[in-house]
């Protein structure tokens, strides 16, 4: 993901890329799938969590409008 800062008096942070799109979509499996959260394999790996989360893993799981299957 490309994250920028625009401007310089008034200035906002754009999130551009597929990055926010796959977190979009990642986010709408929530209800469907009956999960509080759900996070990529990716980004799992990269998190530090403590002993208070239990993970599971779903496996890959298909995004809509999207050709990448990530593992969630």
């Known amino acids: 993901m490309l994250t ?3 401007g ?3 200035s906002k942070i754009v ?3 597929d990055g926010l ?3 979009v979509r990642i986010q709408a499996l929530c209800n469907e799938l ?3 959260l759900l996070v990529s394999a990716k980004l799992m ?3 530090q969590l403590g002993s208070e989360y239990v993970e599971e893993s779903l496996g890959p799981v298909p995004l809509r409008g999207k ?3 990530p593992e969630l």
């Open 8 to 10: 310089e008096l008034k």
């Open 45 to 47: 790996d990269q998190l």
């Open 67 to 69: 050709g990448e299957t």
């Open 4 to 6: 920028a800062q625009i």
């Open 15 to 17: 999130h551009n890329e």
């Open 21 to 23: 799109n796959t977190t």
């Open 34 to 36: 009956g999960h509080r």
